[in-house]
């Protein structure tokens, strides 16, 4: 059984930075996408940043200069930091694995990942 737990969260002030960081167990897939998403209350999930098998990283284009995606060789823990926070960065931030098709790429579905964390909570102030 797959489990994702997500860590890091919490409140920064503005312009500060965190790095979240997922462990992952028991996925043992060899070709795959894992991902950060966030969501807040009322607005759909966004996916903000994939990794895949190979170590190419995805961005969101809105947020790509302010994140950082990296894996371990082991793919035991996935982390994304996040730099120069703002207000509207306050979300949870959830983690995502999926097994990625031959040939394809990360993408942002949700669809596209099978297994996901609970979340941990970034709270921005201004």
């Known amino acids: 059984q797959v489990h994702l737990v997500e860590s890091g969260g919490g409140s920064v002030q503005s312009g500060g930075s965190l790095t979240l960081s997922c462990s992952v167990s028991g996925f043992t897939e060899n070709r795959y996408c894992m991902a950060w998403f966030r969501q807040v209350p009322g607005k759909e999930r966004e996916g903000i940043a994939a990794?895949?098998?190979?170590?190419?990283?995805y961005y969101m284009t809105s947020l790509r200069q302010r994140l950082t995606i990296t894996q371990d060789s082991y793919k035991k823990t996935v982390r994304l930091q996040i730099t120069s926070l703002k207000p509207e960065d306050t979300a949870m931030y959830f983690c995502?694995?999926?097994?990625?098709?031959?040939?394809?790429?990360?993408?942002?579905?949700?669809?596209?990942?099978?297994?996901w964390g609970q979340g941990t909570q970034v709270t921005v102030s201004s």
């Open positions: 995502a694995a999926g097994r990625r098709a031959l040939y394809t790429t990360c993408d942002f579905n949700t669809k596209s990942y099978a297994d």
């Open positions: 990794i895949e098998d190979h170590g190419n990283p």
